[in-house]
């Protein structure tokens, strides 16, 4: 499945990218999603819920992949 995420701020971290993009309910189960999930982005391995997503990032998770686009 491929999703797009338009941003309305200049970034958003990885674990609210994971609640916006329906992967988890709420912010509170990122971390363990993380630990229990390979996440890739932009082609790299990454369990950071805090990490900083800008637009034209990747993000891989299995079969589905989330682009990110600068806000509509």
Do not use: C, W
């Not at 999603?33 to 932009?42: G, Q």
């Amino acid at each position: 499945m491929k999703k797009e995420i338009f941003l309305k701020t200049p970034y958003i971290t990885l674990g609210q990218l994971l609640k916006i993009a329906d992967f988890i309910s709420s912010g509170g189960q990122a971390k363990m999603f993380l630990a229990e999930h390979d996440v890739y982005v932009n082609g790299e391995l990454d369990s950071r819920r805090g990490k900083k997503l800008y637009p034209k990032d990747v993000v891989q998770i299995s079969d589905d992949m989330v682009q990110i686009k600068a806000g509509k």
